[in-house]
């Protein structure tokens, strides 16, 4: 992607996902899961994400602001999610919401879309501006329902322990 050489980018970024879905298959189908992998996996993911957008920005093929909406989304919600295991509550794993997991749909649906609008298949740029704003849209309101429901249960969980 530094250099601007997307079609290989585009075989790359499918090669992990598809290892990444059938890594996590075989984990959950033969229960080789991990607390390792259970906390590396999803870093591993986010990570990959973030470098795919952090470089679409430099690039000029996202806004920046879409970048900063992604940022602001991710780190809230491992600060909020470290400070709540370790000062109110240790939490082994939670799932993702479906707001959530479509939203991660949509963010990765964007990075196919643009690796391989520059390489393979010219899609509509109006399709692309749609799916920014759908992309931008879903990661706040993903964002605001983690806020949401963590708050929510730190309340819950202080009522529990003043009625102790």
């Known amino acids: 992607m530094l250099e601007k050489n997307y079609e290989y980018a585009l075989y790359i970024a499918t090669a992990a996902g598809f ?35 952090l470089l679409f920005a430099v690039q000029g093929l996202i806004p920046n602001w879409l970048l900063i909406v992604v940022l602001i989304r991710d780190i809230s919600i491992i600060t909020g999610g470290v400070f709540y295991h370790y000062a109110i509550l240790k939490v082994d794993r939670e799932s993702p919401s479906l707001l959530s997991k479509f939203n991660t749909v949509l963010q990765i649906l964007l990075i196919v879309v643009i690796l391989s609008h520059y390489s393979i298949y010219q899609f509509n740029e109006a399709f692309i501006d749609v ?17 949401y429901y963590w708050f929510n249960k730190a309340v819950d969980e202080n009522k529990k322990i003043q009625n102790e």
């Open 19 to 53: 290892s990444d879905l059938l890594d996590g298959f075989l984990a959950r189908r033969f229960g080789w899961e991990g607390r390792l992998g259970r906390i590396l996996d999803p870093i591993a993911d986010k990570f990959m994400m973030l470098c795919c957008y």
């Open 131 to 147: 799916l920014i704003y759908l992309v931008t849209f879903f990661t706040v309101a993903s964002g605001l329902h983690y806020v």
